[in-house]
């Protein structure tokens, strides 16, 4: 795992300077501490760099990136890891390739030849970001893995394209500019975001399982971005019929064994994070049977008993012999890190979870630890979310009666009356363009849907007169491919949406790769395996969730591994406490609030209305406020908090300046990259 950034100029006689490519490393230092890597193809216009996390190949000479190939007609800069790549290099090492380091990155360089890109990604296993400039093209490639697990930007202008693993890494080429979009910026107040984009101006993310291509034409770019794989469930009819649940159930366990076989493989310690839920325990137990020696366990723990999981994840440590830590976080903690956190994210975050992340791979990091296998992905392949299980029993069982759904539904509310206002709305709401795309709105974008007033509300009045034509249900709806949603079983259609919105702006940016990489530690979500994805979505709609109870399929492959308490109960979503429901956690939300939502700093960044955010605050604040409300506005106060900081950071500082004295900081300067390359 490392990050990754490099400059595509128009003109090709236009030098590359190769110590802002050394800024544009340093400034994601913490991506990769273990050395950084330039290269400029003189001539070409074209230059990488590369900050160094070693996993594979530990020799930091040898593995150094960014690679070129042996007839200098290839740069490559790669961020992530290739599972399986030692049959692939002994495949390749058969039919005459010959390897110059021990990195899984390299094969790329022997692939892309012999069998084009298209062919290169369809052999390719893993969570991966990568540039390849290919000279006999004149083409630079931005490639980002199947679900979106690593992120990849880009910023392309009249003089050239800027790339990097992070926004902070592409704005730290001065010619990128530096503000807000109105849209996006109403998008981040909401918490979905509309696929490939960022709440920057010109700032753009390459999509899951997509290819972007630059192609130097005339005096601009040929510019394709084309998918190269999706999430792709098959018709409905392919459901109908009997199936046998004795098939799907070893179907996962063979799939999810393998996954997980495949992450545990690395040159340095690999340990698994261990909530009390089904996803990272059917890890832990997996792994636990597959290692010689105990497995490190991490788990976090929240002073508040409502939300803490961790007496079921040391039962599963203790059924393991699993080595287990546990971190437990208070109101103070999880607020004291919240602006740090957002720094890394680059964008809002509706709950304080992603600061216990932070903190976590801190703790992991500070323990010695690089790497740690995850559950993330579950949820997402076996219909683990509450807001699955709403739109199954809505649009999915068309032979259930009204009376029967209804109580489904109610059992469904009060089991998750936790989490209503962010996991799930308090009242349906429809968006009309959303419901024409998809056949119904999705319950998991219902929530967030339902703050667009309040989001709007809480806007800079000019901003949001700009906005007044504006139909986030339609920005989000146009994003989605119709042709992986007709005819396809309901749901099905809600796990497509899912994966496409909340899935990758969510769980896989905030919830992962971003506080992962935070603190220089890797995360290999085994679920998110594309072969075990693959077949997960032939899985019958009934045998994901059954009787009521989620993740059936999942539940029974791990059964013989699975504490007796976690294997019986429902789905419990994983969330820090809000603050609108906790005294110490609001107190610790105030100060911050003091700071960046006071009357001259709202002013400062012409983002917000100061009025109305004091009056937000206040409704929060309020006996009066039912409880569903105060969730939902725990959500918008956090968002508002961060969108504040990001202009703090990413608007008002001066993040070329930012990343040059970090540089130097580092020593990382062009003429220590020629001396340690040679």
Not at 83 to 91: C, E, G
Not at 476 to 487: P, Q, S
Not at 631 to 650: R, T
Request: glycine share 8%; aromatic share 8%.
């Amino acid at each position: 795992m490392c990050g990754i950034a490099g400059i595509f100029y128009r003109e090709k006689n236009r030098p590359v300077n190769a110590q802002l490519l050394a800024n544009m490393a340093a400034i994601q230092h913490h991506r990769g501490p273990d050395g950084f890597g330039v290269e400029v193809m003189d001539g070409q216009g074209v230059g990488f760099s590369h900050a160094r996390l070693s996993i594979i190949d530990l020799n930091e000479n040898r593995a150094r990136q960014p690679f070129r190939s042996a007839d200098d007609s290839l740069l490559l800069a790669h961020n992530g890891e290739f599972y399986d790549y030692q049959r692939i290099r002994t495949d390749l090492t058969s039919r005459g390739a010959r390897f110059s380091t021990k990195s899984d990155s390299e094969i790329i360089l022997h692939l892309y030849p012999r069998f084009g890109l298209e062919e290169t990604l369809r052999r390719l296993r893993g969570e991966f970001a990568f540039a390849l400039y290919d000279e006999k093209e004149d083409a630079l490639h931005l490639v980002r893995d199947r679900f979106g697990i690593k992120p990849l930007y880009y910023h392309m202008s009249d003089t050239g394209v800027v790339f990097g693993s992070e926004i902070k890494v592409v704005m730290a080429h001065p010619d990128v500019p530096r503000r807000f979009n109105n849209e996006g910026l109403l998008h981040q107040l909401m918490q979905v975001m509309v696929p490939g984009t960022t709440p920057y101006e010109g700032i753009h993310q390459v999509k899951p399982g997509h290819i972007v291509t630059f192609k130097r034409q005339g005096l601009g770019y040929q510019v394709q971005d084309r998918p190269y794989w999706d999430f792709e469930f098959p018709e409905a009819d392919f459901h109908k019929g009997p199936k046998d649940e004795d098939e799907s159930i070893e179907a996962v366990r063979e799939g999810l064994t393998e996954a997980v076989r495949l992450r545990l493989e690395a040159d340095v310690p690999v340990g698994c994070y261990l909530s009390g839920g089904v996803d990272s325990c059917s890890i832990l137990g997996l792994s636990a049977a597959m290692r010689q020696n105990p497995v490190k366990a991490f788990t976090i723990g929240f002073t508040d008993k409502a939300y803490d999981e961790t007496p079921i994840a040391q039962e599963m440590a203790a059924a393991t012999g699993a080595d287990q830590d546990i971190l437990r976080l208070d109101a103070n903690q999880l607020y004291g890190h919240f602006e740090k956190t957002v720094w890394h994210a680059e964008r809002t975050i509706y709950n304080t979870l992603a600061v216990a992340k932070y903190l976590m791979s801190k703790h992991v990091h500070e323990a010695g630890y690089k790497v740690v296998v995850t559950g993330e992905g579950s949820d997402e392949l076996f219909a683990g979310y509450p807001s699955f299980r709403r739109d199954l029993f809505l649009h999915g069982l068309d032979d259930l009666e009204a009376s029967e759904r209804e109580r489904w539904q109610s059992m469904l509310g009060e089991s998750n009356a936790l989490f209503k206002g962010a996991m799930l709305a308090e009242e349906a709401h429809e968006d009309m363009y959303l419901t024409d795309r998809v056949g119904f709105t999705p319950s998991c974008l219902q929530p967030w849907l339902s703050c667009e007033d309040t989001a709007r509300g809480v806007l800079n009045q000019d901003r949001a007169a700009l906005l007044a034509d504006y139909k986030p249900g339609f920005a989000i709806a146009e994003k989605l491919d119709r042709t992986k949603l007709d005819g396809r079983h309901p749901l099905d259609r809600a796990q497509y949406v899912w994966s496409k919105t909340m899935l990758e702006g969510q769980i896989l940016t905030w919830g992962g790769d971003r506080v992962d990489m935070a603190n220089s530690m890797e995360a290999r979500p085994a679920f998110l395996d594309h072969h075990l994805a693959e077949m997960a979505t032939k899985i019958p709609p009934l045998h994901r969730i059954k009787d009521r109870k989620e993740k059936y399929v999942l539940k029974e492959a791990m059964k013989g591994l699975l504490p007796k308490t976690l294997y019986e109960r429902e789905k419990f979503a994983f969330m820090a406490p809000p603050a609108t429901i906790n005294k110490d956690k609001w107190n610790a939300m105030r100060a911050l609030a003091d700071e960046h939502l006071s009357e001259s700093a709202v002013a400062e960044s012409g983002l917000l209305d100061a009025a109305s955010v004091q009056g937000l605050i206040a409704e929060a604040e309020s006996d009066a406020t039912p409880r569903a409300r105060k969730v939902q506005l725990d959500a918008v106060i956090n968002h508002m908090l961060g969108v504040q900081m990001l202009y703090k950071h990413f608007v008002s500082t001066d993040v070329p300046a930012l990343a040059e004295a970090k540089a130097k900081e580092l020593g990382w300067t062009a003429d220590a990259n020629i001396k340690a390359a040679g």
